[in-house]
């Protein structure tokens, strides 16, 4: 059954669809952060939500591998500041 949603509600969720990749990377920004100051199993709990978050940025599975492998925050800010150009 489809749900009729108000003009209020679909201005909503177009602003939604229109800034998810705007949220996504500033999400990606606080968790290349939190990656510099992690350490062990929280290293490793930062990663999973990094990929995940590289993933609805719809990078190239090689370089989400590539940037994973390497396990550099380093490189990881490099891409932040990559991507942000772009957009």
Known sequence: ??????????NIIKRYYDN????SLQR??????????????ARERQWKYILAALEKLELPPDRIDHLRQQD????LAKL????????
């Open 1 to 10: 059954m489809a749900k009729e949603y108000s003009k209020y509600q679909q």
């Open 20 to 23: 998810r990749e705007a949220a």
């Open 28 to 41: 990606l920004q606080e968790l290349v952060t939190e990656l510099y100051l992690a350490e062990g199993k």
């Open 72 to 75: 550099d925050p380093a490189m």
């Open 80 to 87: 932040v500041e990559e991507l942000m150009t772009k957009q």
